[in-house]
């Protein structure tokens, strides 16, 4: 069994780990890319 | 080659609910697939419970293969045909490349890891490892032409040139196992659809090849949507440095000087501009 669980471990925590990693460099760069706030006007 | 913020359509970069239904299908089905794989479908007669890596071995490899690489040449094509031409293309096919390398190097993982108890040994040269290793090589090698600083339409039309020819390798990939004699098995799936496994099973190999190609198509939508963001802000401080530059005034716009004595100009390439 344990070829199993190495099989399936390491799929699904690549593909885990490579969609976050993809996921923070979104959200990274669209918090870069987005234009300034205008701070409340008093 | 400037992009303002509002060349950059908001559906390319901002998350819509599309994308999030389709990040929740991906998650919730390859979850199944796992227990279903895991837990509830039956050892096979022969291969007994090294049976559950094919779950997931050959719908990876269905996804590296076939819709990785299909929309990567399928989509240099497109940027390649001059009537076609779309910076569209070249981000989808960078993209795909990116996310199919992953799974491609996924593929070769998990066969090793069930061919190590089923064929006693974690490696070997069979046709159809050796095809997949040069099609991991190839990915890697477009991947490397892609970081190589150039013009985007010259690096597009490089890239586009690379993929089409590493397709020819997917053939070579698919067939090798009916053109040579290779310890890797013929397809359980044939081209009529009937699946020469039965219920459960082939129910789960089924679920495994929608799960992972719903997780591939979310991740080409996220790896598509960074290209642009990371393009827009490139070109952003391209326009940027450019402006600097032509505030400098006239001197700046004068051509390098060449010749003897070239080399020891000391104007500053920035100065800090006068209020």
Known sequence: ?42 | MSAGAATVPRWSTRSTRVVRALGAASVLSVAATVWLGLWVTPPDQTQGNLVRLVYVHPPIAWVALYLAFGIAAVSSALWLWPRTRSRFWDRLAAASVEVGTVFTALTLVTGSIWGRPTWGVWWAWDARLTSTALLLVLLLGYLAVRRIPADADARARRCAVVALVSAVDVPIVHFSVNWWHTLHQQAVITPDLSPTIHGAMAWTLLLGFVAFTLAFAWMLVVRYRVEVLAEHLEDNELDVALRERRSEGPRAAEPLPTGAGAGHDTTPLVTTPTP
């Open chain 1, 1 to 42: 069994m344990r070829y199993i669980d190495a099989g399936y471990a390491v799929a699904l925590s690549v593909l885990t780990g490579y969609a976050a990693l993809l996921w923070r460099r979104w959200r990274r760069l669209e918090r870069v890319a987005a234009p300034p706030q205008k701070p409340p006007a008093r």
